[in-house]
Every structure is written in C-alpha cells, then in structure tokens.
C-alpha cells in the first residue's frame, strides 16, 4: 500500500462542465476526508465518511457538489455545473478513525475552471 | 466565532536556529491538537499530536506545546536546515474528540536560510 492515492493530479475544465475525482484510501483506514484548499489558505473540510456512509458535510458543500463511497473503498467527488470559484486543490485523506489518529493525504487534485 | 490563528507573516531564520511556530485558537475545546508539514503542490503531511492533557510531546528535532488555559499550541523545531523550510499548519479536533473531524488553521511559512 503506497498511500492516499488521487486522481487527476490535474484538471481544467470550462465552467459549466462536470467535473468527478477519485480517491484511494489507505486499505485498512475506514475514515476518508475531503478537503478543499486555495493559494494562502488551510484545508477547508468539505465532507467524511465512516466506511461507506457519508457522515456529515460541511455548509461549503453546495448542491452541486456530492460525494460517495462505495463499499466504503476509494471516493469520488462530483462537481456539477462548473464555476470559477470551484478552483481549488481538492485533497482527500484518510485515517484509522482512531481518537486522534494523524491523517494520511493525498497528493491533491489541482482544479482550474476557465 | 471560532478561529484557528496562526503566524501569517512568513517566518524566516537562520540555518541552526530555532524557529517557533504560534497557533491560537478561540471558541473550541478540542481534545487533542496536531502539527502537520505541506509543501508546495503536496497534500500535508502529518507530524505530531498532543492531547489535552499532555503539555509538551517531543519526536527528533521537533517539540510541541499545549496549553489549554492559553489555548494556543507552540511548534519549536530547533537546529532548523533548509529543508525545513515548508508551510506548518496546526489543526484541531472540532467536536472535542467526538469525531476525528479535523479544522485547519490558514499556515505558517517557514523559510530556513542557509
């Protein structure tokens, strides 16, 4: 197992457009995260997941964002109708769920919105 | 409201010396508070965690500090080198311990001068 593993490292789509990213876990980590970061700015929580039920989102998750995780395994984040301010880097991380286990993050999906 | 506040002026020092990393925090009760490393166009990367009844956790050249009644956590890294240099971020628990759901304060930049 090499990590937290995203998909794409990079996106850029035309505003408007729907845009999916997957994530894979750590095999034996039954939280998963996603966060949202621009330039200057920590991680923003978006939403988690406790195997493969979705715990809580956060209120920056419009309706156009949804997130699922099947089998509670990898994760993919789903963005609709595209806009300007969707450009950000999305990570996910993982964890073992534990009182106060570190988390584990991924790479990253850069997203520009032209 | 809540804040996680951290240095937001970059912090810079010279190789060998030790920098000390600030993160205040108001409105939470967190049980437990870690320190995590991000460089550019990386996911963050998890050093250490201290729980609210510990004072001080020490791994390898870094040290972390807690207090509760401040409520603000110190990062010493001492001996720093160059390759220290990188933005910390400090995060929280946001429920007290109740769900692993971490907050992110904005980052501190540190850049270790040769």
């Known amino acids: 197992d090499t990590g937290v593993s995203q998909n794409p490292r990079h996106k850029i789509t035309k505003r408007g457009q729907n845009v999916t990213f997957r994530c894979d876990p750590i095999?034996?980590?039954?939280?998963l995260y996603w966060y949202r970061q621009t330039l200057g700015q920590g991680p923003e929580f978006l939403t988690y997941?406790?195997?493969?039920?979705?715990?809580?989102k956060s209120r920056l998750l419009s309706d156009r964002f949804s997130a699922e995780r099947p089998k509670g395994s990898f994760s993919t984040l789903e963005i609709q109708r595209t806009e300007q301010g969707d450009s950000a880097m999305y990570l996910c991380?993982?964890?073992?769920?534990?009182?106060?286990?570190?988390?584990?993050f991924g790479s990253g999906t850069r997203l520009t919105v032209v | 409201s809540q804040k996680i506040e951290q240095n937001s002026e970059a912090l810079n020092i010279q190789e060998g010396k030790t920098a000390t990393l600030t993160c205040n925090y108001t409105?939470?009760?967190?049980?437990?508070l870690q320190w995590y490393r991000q460089d550019p166009g990386r996911g963050p990367v998890f050093l250490l965690l201290?729980?609210?009844?510990?004072k001080e956790k020490r791994k390898e050249r870094l040290k972390v500090t807690f207090d509760t009644t401040l409520k603000q956590s110190l990062f010493h890294i001492t001996a720093s080198q160059p390759a220290d240099s990188a933005t910390y971020l400090c995060?929280?628990?946001?429920?007290?311990?109740?769900?692993?759901?971490?907050?992110f304060g904005t980052g501190t930049l540190l850049a270790v001068q040769p």
């Open positions: 095999s034996e980590h039954n939280r």
């Open positions: 995060a929280l628990d946001k429920d007290g311990g109740a769900t692993n759901k971490l907050i």
């Open positions: 997941f406790q195997n493969e039920a979705q715990l809580e």
């Open positions: 991380a993982s964890s073992l769920g534990d009182r106060g286990e570190g988390y584990t």
């Open positions: 409105n939470y009760s967190p049980a437990y």
């Open positions: 201290i729980r609210e009844n510990e």
